[in-house]
């Protein structure tokens, strides 16, 4: 439901629907939270729970970016370095790095991120698409972007769950 509302939301702010800017109203909330200096998104349905780094366990010929997998409450999660993901190169963990598991279509995963930011509500006036040019929009993880309600104009980048999981999206 709320996932409808935001691309409904998203798709009228492209189309250039100045109704909705004026509109400031709550669409749903996001998880924030840090690649580097990149401040990043995911929408809060999905997320599960934060958790500590522990031993992740390697599995063989996965891709790359898989580190393995890891037991929450009895069950195997796989395990993703959103940096390695992304292209980025690996930092060392840090006491801030921890990993977010996420529920999409039944499916459980776990993202290592370098720091959870905060939780945010996503206004209506706050959206944007993200650019159509595909020299500009290179990843294609983004499912849209919301301006920072502070004064510090960075834009946080609302990843698409579905696109994150596929392997086809590599």
């Known amino acids: ?11 009228k702010q492209q189309s250039g629907d100045r109704k909705l800017v004026a509109d400031n109203t709550i669409l749903g909330k996001v998880m924030t ?5 990149q401040v990043y998104g995911i929408e809060i349905q999905h997320v599960v729970e934060i958790i500590g780094m522990q031993r992740i366990t390697k599995v063989p010929h996965v891709p790359d970016y898989i580190k393995g997998i890891i037991n929450v409450r009895s069950k195997v999660v796989p395990v993703i370095d959103i940096r390695t993901r992304f292209g980025k190169p690996e930092i060392p963990v840090t ?6 598991t996420l529920s999409f279509n039944e499916t459980s995963v776990g993202i290592i991120v370098d720091n ?4 945010e509500d996503i206004h209506s006036s706050d959206i944007s698409a993200t650019p ?25 980048l609302i990843l698409d769950v579905a696109k994150l999981l596929d392997e086809q999206e590599a």
Do not use: L, P, W
């Not at 939270?33 to 200096?37: A, Q, S, V, Y």
């Not at 006491?95 to 977010?100: D, F, G, M, R, Y």
């Open 1 to 11: 439901m709320t996932n409808d509302v935001i691309k409904e939301a998203v798709a």
């Open 33 to 37: 939270f840090n690649i580097g200096e």
């Open 95 to 100: 006491s801030h790095t921890c990993i977010i």
């Open 116 to 119: 959870v930011a905060n939780v």
């Open 132 to 156: 159509e040019n595909k020299n500009v929009n290179t990843n294609a993880f983004i499912q849209y972007m919301i301006r920072s309600d502070d004064n510090s104009e960075q834009t946080k």
